[in-house]
Structures are given as C-alpha cells and as structure tokens.
C-alpha cells in the first residue's frame, strides 16, 4: 500500500507515514465517532489532523466527564468547545476542519453561542474533514426533536403522517449537518462497553471499538490500531 | 488455522518474486544522495516510471532502479512478516480465551462462580441470521443462560428467523402444557422457565417511525387539538400501544462476524452494556459467566 495515496497533507503527514503502513485506502471508515475522556481530549488535534491525511471525512465527538454536577459540567463542556474550535483554527493543515456542533443551544449562555457560530461560519468551506461536536446531545433527545421537526410540517400540510419512515426521520436529526451522517466505527477510550444514549439512530450498524483503560491514555497510535481492527472486520450492513 | 496462516504468508512470499513498490520517501532521498537528473511519476496502477532526463545517468538509474525495485520488495516483506506476526499472536489470544473459559466453566477461577444476577434483569442477546437458522447452537446458548440463571432475554436477529422458531424455545424454556392444558409444576422445568422476547429489525427504527405517525395522528393533524411539545414519555407511550413493552436490556452480548449491533432498537439502548462474543459456534460457557461477571461489577451512572 502507498501511504502517499491516502495522505493530502505531505508536511503534516510525514510524521505519521510509519503508522499508515498496511491501511487499505478503499476500506476507511468516512465517519469515525469518538468518546474520549478528559485526560484523552488532548490527543484530539493530532487524531482531526490523521482523520485528514487518510480522508476520513467526518469525526464526531462524545467528551464525558466523571462526578461534575450539571453547571460544572456544562462550563468544561463551554471551556472544550472553545479550546476545539480555536485548536481547530490553529491546526496547520492544507484545507481547515469544518466545524458543527449538535445539541440543545437553548442551554448554552449568548456568549458562547456567538462563539460557536463565529467557528461554523468560518469554517463551513472547508472540504476535508467535518468534526461534529456534541454539546448537551442525547441520541433519545435528538429522536424527540426530530419527532417535533416532523410534527411541525404535518401541522402545515407539507407531509403526511403516513409518508413518515426511517428515511425521512433520519433527515430531520441533528446529523443532517453531515453528508455522512451515521458512524462506520465508534470508539470508545474509557473502558465501558455502552454508547451512553449517543447517536443511538445513527449507530444502528456502526463497529463498536471498546477500549480498555490502561495509564497511556488514548493516543494516535491506538486511533490507527481501531482503524486497523476495523479494516480486518467484515461489514454488510444488515444484509447478506 | 493453518488456512489462515497460508491467507497470510503467501502475499509475503509474493512480494518478494513480484514488482512492489513502496513509498515515495524511500526512493527519493535515494536519488537525491545520488544526484540524479531524474523524475519520478506515479501511473493509475502504482507502478513507478522512472524517466532518467539525463542520457549519461541511464546506466546508473536502471541499477538505481533494480535497487529499489529489491528494496521496495524487502520493506514490503518486513511488513508482512509483522503482520503474520500480529496474525499469530491474535490466535495464541485466542487459545488463552479458550484456556480462560475452561478455567472458569470448570470452577478453578473462584471470583466467577457467585454472579450477582440481580443486576442483570434483562439479558438481550443480538444473533447475526445466518447463525440464528442453526437452531440447535441457539438452543445450547439458552440452555447455558438458564443454568446460569437468567430469567428473561430478549432475543434479535435482524431477519427475525428467530421469531419464526419461537415456538421452539418457547416449548424447550417457557411453561409447558400437557393436553387437557393444565400447567405442569415440574421443579425441574420452572428451574429452567425462562421470558422470552423476540424482536427483529421491524422493531427497531420502523417501530420509531410507526409510533411518530401515531403521534402525529393523535395531536397534529386534527387542528383544533392541543398540540404538546413531544418528549420521551410520549414516545415510549405511543411504543408500547405498538406492543413494544419491555425495559431496556442492561447487558447485550453479540454474536456474530460483526461488533455491531445489527440494528437492535435504537431506542432501547441507552445504556445498554454490549460486548461481542464471536461467532455463535465458537460460544463458550466461561466467556459468557466472564461477561456477566464483569458487568455485575461495572459501576453504572446511566448519563450523570
């Protein structure tokens, strides 16, 4: 395999080549959905900026913490969007990541809210690589407000409650910002084996990577060795 | 196994006879350090053309070429080595998972023998089809549950062959009845009852999407009824009126080519634990005590 071919950004991939090694082009996941930890969130840039050499197209983001109450967990959750969205803007790559963020906005204060419009707006060109993060999101709520997206257009005449099916309910969730909007592979890096009431409609046929906790943390080599584990697996999607 | 190993040499052993190239950084800096007038093109098939600008040089890149034609073939040969390698250590995993369940089904690891079964009221159990037509493993699964003492499963399969055979299950776990139909109070076949659930992918997203519609029916499209903001309560409601009234399963074990969940109802699975248990006809009694086990231990926060 020629890693070249996989690779857009030479300057920032070079670094990275040993790694690619043995990883098919053909069989990368487009979307790559990742729960990490607090002491993980720092290898983000460098996992948004492999997701770009190998043409993974979109990476959405799950951060948990661990026995904050809801205010203090809202306000690291403030602190991470921010730190993203700038990383994100400072990251030395060819084509600037495109930035979404899914969840419910009527929690988070104006300031921030004008914050994470300034980054979508900035970024909405960029071609590469679309990071999707999740603020205040749950797969049931996310269900729920598709639900209300739809009630709103029967109220108006503009569907039939008959023509509902799950194609049209997949295009009123929150990841209709994507174009691809339900996850190949999902990795979790804290060592549970659940999805934690995330993306539960879009994850119906995405590989489950479960991570044990060990005291390196999650870093880009264990991102390449589940894209590995991933490539070997065979995938029908349901059917045969 | 010694298919597997063969799948694996040969690309190696191909790989050093045939024409492989490797990476543009491993014939670059070679030229460079040469000072070649050169160019190096890559064709639509990843063969290299090297074209020597410079007619004096040519002599010397075709030799520049054998060497790294070999050199090409020896990276790519080290790669596979590893791999194999890699290969070879995923199935000595393997002999020490088996090695594992027999310690446990055998009663040598202490730790697994007393499960605290209270936690797992609800075991799903996610079948690929294909293995859910061999009725006979499926049984054999059940019949593990139920020693282990598990009460009620929930049994999927994307096709719903396992609907089709609940007859089956139902006559070998749940009450059985004699012909003037009075349930029989056998200790030994109330030991064994279990509940069973079967649900297949109709059950998941299309069942969503039918309970939407009811929803929809019931409050948006008369126009003078009260229109309520939708919330999880009302979804579940509308669920259940569609017949889908059981909890949440709190452990899912998958069984299968596939670590995924084939499409089990969204809905259901919030916080559901899942772990992948192989292909069906590999099961192994100690891997699924193993399994439960370690979710009695897991501490749970359920989203907080």
């Keep these: 395999?020629?890693?070249?071919?996989?690779?857009?950004?030479?300057?920032?991939s070079q670094g990275y080549q040993a790694l690619y090694d043995g990883l098919q082009a053909d069989a990368m996941p487009k979307h790559v959905t990742l729960f990490l930890d607090g002491a993980s969130r720092g290898q983000l840039k460098d996992i948004a900026r492999i997701c770009c050499d190998l043409k993974i197209k979109v990476l959405s983001v799950f951060t948990f913490s661990s026995g904050k109450d809801y205010q203090n967990l809202l306000m690291s959750k403030h602190e991470e969007i921010h730190d993203v969205a700038t990383n994100i803007m400072k990251l030395d790559l060819?084509?600037?990541?495109?930035?979404?963020?899914?969840?419910?906005?009527?929690?988070?204060?104006?300031?921030?809210?004008?914050?994470i419009r300034d980054v979508e707006e900035t970024t909405k060109k960029n071609k590469s690589l679309q990071i999707i993060e999740a603020i205040d999101y749950t797969g049931r709520g996310d269900i729920i407000q598709a639900c209300m997206a739809l009630a709103e257009k029967v109220e108006h005449g503009l569907i039939q409650p008959d023509d509902v099916d799950e194609n049209v309910f997949q295009q009123e969730l929150e990841t209709k910002c994507s174009e691809f909007p339900n996850p190949d592979l999902m990795i979790r890096t804290d060592g549970k084996y659940s999805i934690d009431n995330f993306m539960l409609w879009q994850m119906a046929y995405a590989e489950l990577y479960f991570v044990e906790k060990d005291d390196f943390g999650f870093n880009k080599t264990k991102f390449i060795e589940a894209l590995d584990a991933y490539q070997k697996r065979s995938r029908r999607f349901g059917g045969k | 196994m010694i298919d597997f190993v063969c799948r694996h040499l040969r690309p190696a052993i191909t790989s050093i006879g045939g024409w492989r190239a490797s990476s543009t950084d491993l014939l670059t800096p070679l030229i460079s350090t040469l000072n070649l007038n050169s160019s190096i093109s890559i064709t639509k098939s990843r063969n290299w053309i090297f074209t020597p600008t410079d007619q004096n040089s040519r002599s010397m890149t075709m030799d520049l070429l054998a060497e790294s034609q070999?050199?090409?073939?020896?990276?790519?040969?080290?790669?596979?080595?590893?791999?194999?390698?890699?290969?070879?250590?995923?199935?000595?995993?393997e002999i020490l998972r088996a090695i594992e369940s027999y310690l446990i089904t055998n009663g040598y690891v202490k730790?697994?023998?007393?499960?605290?079964?209270d936690r797992v009221k609800y075991l799903g159990i996610v079948l690929d089809s294909d293995e859910a037509r061999n009725t006979s493993q499926v049984v054999?699964?059940?019949?593990?549950?139920s020693a282990i003492g598990v009460k009620k499963v929930c049994l999927y399969d994307r096709e719903g062959v396992l609907k089709k055979s609940k007859e089956v299950f139902m006559e070998r776990f749940g009450y059985a009845k004699i012909p003037?139909?009075?349930?029989?109070?056998?200790?030994?076949?109330?030991?064994?009852?279990?509940?069973?659930?079967?649900?297949?992918?109709?059950?998941?997203?299309?069942?969503?999407?039918k309970a939407a519609n009811l929803l929809f029916k019931k409050y948006y499209?008369?126009?003078?009824?009260?229109?309520?903001?939708?919330?999880?309560?009302?979804?579940?409601?509308?669920?259940?009126?569609?017949?889908?009234?059981?909890?949440?399963?709190?452990?899912?074990?998958?069984?299968?080519?596939?670590r995924c969940n084939l499409g089990f109802s969204a809905w259901r699975l919030r916080y559901t634990e899942m772990v992948h248990m192989g292909p069906l006809m590999y099961k192994k009694?100690?891997?699924?005590?193993?399994?439960?086990?370690?979710f009695t231990k897991v501490k749970q926060n359920y989203g907080s």
């Design chain 2, 111 to 117: 730790t697994h023998t007393n499960l605290n079964l």
């Design chain 1, 1 to 12: 395999m020629d890693p070249s071919s996989l690779t857009s950004n030479k300057e920032g």
């Design chain 2, 70 to 93: 070999k050199s090409g073939n020896i990276v790519l040969f080290f790669w596979h080595v590893i791999h194999l390698i890699i290969s070879a250590l995923y199935i000595v995993r």
């Design chain 2, 221 to 258: 499209v008369d126009a003078d009824s009260e229109k309520p903001f939708f919330t999880e309560t009302h979804l579940t409601d509308a669920l259940k009126t569609l017949g889908a009234v059981e909890p949440d399963p709190d452990l899912l074990l998958i069984y299968g080519p596939v």
């Design chain 1, 94 to 115: 060819e084509d600037l990541s495109r930035v979404s963020v899914i969840g419910k906005r009527t929690v988070i204060p104006d300031s921030l809210l004008e914050i």
């Design chain 2, 140 to 145: 054999e699964l059940l019949e593990w549950l």
């Design chain 2, 285 to 294: 009694y100690g891997l699924i005590l193993k399994a439960i086990h370690r």
């Design chain 2, 180 to 209: 003037n139909e009075k349930l029989v109070s056998n200790p030994l076949l109330s030991k064994k009852r279990m509940d069973f659930e079967f649900v297949s992918i109709s059950d998941g997203k299309e069942l969503v999407a």
